[in-house]
Structure formats: structure tokens, C-alpha cells
Nanobody
Framework: VQLQASGGGLVQAGGSLRLSCAAS????????LGWFRQAPGKEREFVAA????????YYADSVKGRFTISRDNAKNTVYLQMNSLKPEDTAVYYC???????????????????WGQGTLVTVSS
């Protein structure tokens, strides 16, 4: 599985961005895909995840109601729509694939097997 994240950039507080994660490999079609982020000087944290089959989603409390994760199975792509962005959302965002199927996608980074290269999101105040 290979992952390509894109869509990061610079946006003012209150603005929106949409991140994309395109995946290759047949295993992706039955996987969970998660978004994580890492701000400078901080540990990587879970943002959101979705199961490619069934579409169950899971969000971190810090982004619930502002971010939406969605999938396009035909394109092997997952999106993260980020609205009402705050300066504290500034981070490098990574997408990752977990191959073990769960009822709800995991929020633990150790449950993800493949990682993309990251895309930088900067929110100015």
C-alpha cells in the first residue's frame, strides 16, 4: 500500500481546507484509513478515521463538528474536510492505513500499518 497525502496549505483562522489521501494497493479497499497530525514540539495525535467498508467514522473530540472524513472507494481516496480552522490545528497531517478490520476504526497509531508522507497545514490567527 502506498499513500499520497495532499491539500495542505496556509489558511486564516476560520477558513477551510480539504486534504486528500490517495492509496494504491488492493488491501486498501477493506482497510481503515486514519488522519493523524503532529504539531511542532508535540506528539502525533489522532484526528479522524473511516472504515472503507461500511463507512463507520471516528473523530477526536478536538475536531468533532468541524472536520469531516469521507471516502471515495472507486478512487481509493479519503478526504478530510476541515472547516472553522483554528491556529491550534496547525500541524503536519498524515494519512495512514490499518489493515485489521474493526467495527470502529482505531484511534491508535500502532494499529496503522502504512503511512503517507504528510502535508503541512498552517492556520494563521
Amino acid at each position: 500500500v502506498q499513500l499520497q497525502a495532499s491539500g495542505g496549505g496556509l489558511v486564516q483562522a476560520g477558513g477551510s481546507l480539504r486534504l486528500s489521501c490517495a492509496a494504491s494497493g488492493r488491501a486498501f479497499s477493506r482497510a481503515s484509513l486514519g488522519w493523524f497530525r503532529q504539531a511542532p514540539g508535540k506528539e502525533r495525535e489522532f484526528v479522524a478515521a473511516v472504515n472503507m467498508i461500511g463507512g463507520n467514522t471516528y473523530y477526536a473530540d478536538s475536531v468533532k463538528g468541524r472536520f469531516t472524513i469521507s471516502r471515495d472507494n472507486a478512487k481509493n481516496t479519503v478526504y478530510l474536510q476541515m472547516n472553522s480552522l483554528k491556529p491550534e490545528d496547525t500541524a503536519v497531517y498524515y494519512c495512514a492505513v490499518g489493515l485489521v478490520v474493526r467495527i470502529l476504526p482505531s484511534r491508535l497509531s500502532r494499529d496503522y500499518d502504512y503511512w503517507g508522507q504528510g502535508t503541512l497545514v498552517t492556520v494563521s490567527s
